[in-house]
């Protein structure tokens, strides 16, 4: 005689199902988060790559408009100005385009560095997963000699992360 599922054992699986999934979604949830703020930093060294190619190809001067930087990307032509491929947001999935970098002007050469929450870079606003690019030009000259690079996470404000005595730090990508 064959031996049916009494509903009883059914209710257990389902509850044992939904205990898991209540108890592992948070952690999932932060895994995510996790991510795609490490995919964001990584577009940081995908755009500071492009920036030193640049910068090669221009005997060591730093490119000082997001015109500029296109070719430099994988996939572009500096010989035929042809742009290559701007990494992804991983906020939304979509490929980042010009308009979603971000260029300032540092006031001081050592804005560049900054990676204190209150300080240059850590005033900063924009769109998750979008690129800032901040310049330093010293008074006088036409050359920047310093950038640094943040991007933004899900409210807007600089990724950063924390020092084993729990302090934060903004992640800045800097010459």
Do not use: C
Not at 60 to 65: F, I
Not at 139 to 158: H, Q, R, S
């Amino acid at each position: 005689m064959r031996r049916k599922f009494p509903l009883v054992e059914i209710a257990i699986v389902v509850a044992a199902a939904a205990l898991i999934y209540i108890l592992e979604r948070p952690r999932y949830q932060a895994n995510k988060a996790e991510i795609r703020q490490s995919d964001a930093v990584y577009n940081l060294y995908v755009y500071k790559a492009a920036i030193e190619k640049y910068t090669v190809y221009h005997n060591g001067v730093y490119p000082t408009s997001p015109d500029s930087i296109g070719p430099y990307l994988e996939g572009g032509s500096a010989e035929n100005q042809t742009p290559g491929q701007y990494p992804q947001n991983p906020y939304t999935g979509e490929a980042l385009a010009k308009k979603n970098i971000k260029w300032v002007m540092y006031s001081n050469i050592t804005d560049s560095r900054d990676d204190h929450p209150k300080g240059a870079n850590g005033r900063q606003q924009g769109s998750p997963g979008w690129i800032s690019v901040g310049w330093f030009i010293p008074p006088g000259e036409t050359l920047a000699t310093d950038y640094g690079l943040i991007t933004f996470g899900t409210e807007g404000t600089p990724i950063y992360k924390k020092d084993p005595s729990g302090q934060e730090h903004i992640i800045v990508i800097h010459n």
